[in-house]
């Protein structure tokens, strides 16, 4: 089945403590990105991937790392989290890049609160 | 900067209702336009999206949106809604400058009544 995985779904940590929340695709895709929900804001994207060793910034990238070693996974790094990151996290994946028609495809989210 | 907006935050209808939410975006130059929905616990989904052509485009579940360039709108209908129409609903926009980012609208959130 083509989908896009997340893990953890649900994760709940501290002020600080360096964590990495997973995305991989099965489809081959050349693009993926991320993206944080919140209340009243929509999805707003944090970094986004071209190709395999190709990324770059967002509109909300201060906090956050990524990479892109291979093409299946994206993985997104909070070095030091901070409760202003608390939020609902999507990873995304498309055939191509940005300004396509191409339908970007999202994982089940990943729900993240630091205390 | 480019943006989406979509006038109505939440929404009540009863069953058999019609619907539309409405999504403007600020943007001269070509666009591609979509609406996702997000069902309660779930991931999103591709309702529809428009390209080029028919300004009319039917999508997934009897959905339709109207793309009017002069009004910068793509307004989404259903002539009757269900129960399980109930969800969070996003426009999203991506354009061909700035590298084409989706940006996507604050959502509205749709709840039917039985």
């Known amino acids: 089945e083509a989908q896009v995985t997340q893990n953890p779904r649900y994760l709940i940590t501290v002020t600080g403590k360096k964590l990495t929340v997973t995305c991989s695709q099965n489809?081959?895709?050349?693009?993926m990105s991320w993206y944080r929900q919140d209340p009243g804001l929509g999805l707003r994207q944090i970094y986004y991937?071209?190709?395999?060793?190709?990324?770059d910034k967002g509109d909300v990238p201060e906090g956050y790392k990524v990479s892109r070693k291979e093409k299946r996974n994206f993985p997104l790094i909070l070095e030091s989290p901070s409760p202003n990151q608390t939020s609902l996290y999507f990873c995304?994946?498309?055939?191509?890049?940005?300004?396509?028609?191409?339908?970007?495809?999202f994982g089940p989210g990943t729900r993240l609160t630091v205390l | 900067a480019q943006s989406v907006s979509q006038h109505n935050h939440h929404v009540i209808l009863s069953e058999a209702a019609s619907l539309e939410l409405g999504c403007n975006y600020s943007?001269?130059?070509?666009?591609?336009l979509f609406w996702y929905v997000q069902y309660p616990g779930q991931h999103l989904q591709l309702l529809l999206k428009?390209?080029?052509?028919?300004?009319l485009v039917k999508g997934i579940k009897g959905f339709e949106a109207e793309f009017i360039k002069s009004k910068f709108s793509f307004n989404l209908r259903k002539p009757s809604v269900q129960w399980s129409d109930t969800a969070e609903y996003f426009c999203?926009?991506?354009?061909?400058?700035?590298?084409?980012?989706?940006?996507f609208g604050q959502g509205t959130e749709l709840s039917v009544k039985p």
């Open positions: 995304a994946s498309s055939l191509r890049g940005q300004g396509t028609t191409d339908t970007q495809y």
């Open positions: 489809m081959n895709h050349e693009y």
């Open positions: 991937s071209m190709n395999v060793e190709v990324t």
């Open positions: 943007y001269g130059g070509t666009v591609n």
């Open positions: 428009y390209f080029s052509g028919d300004p």
């Open positions: 999203a926009v991506n354009t061909y400058n700035q590298g084409g980012k989706l940006i």
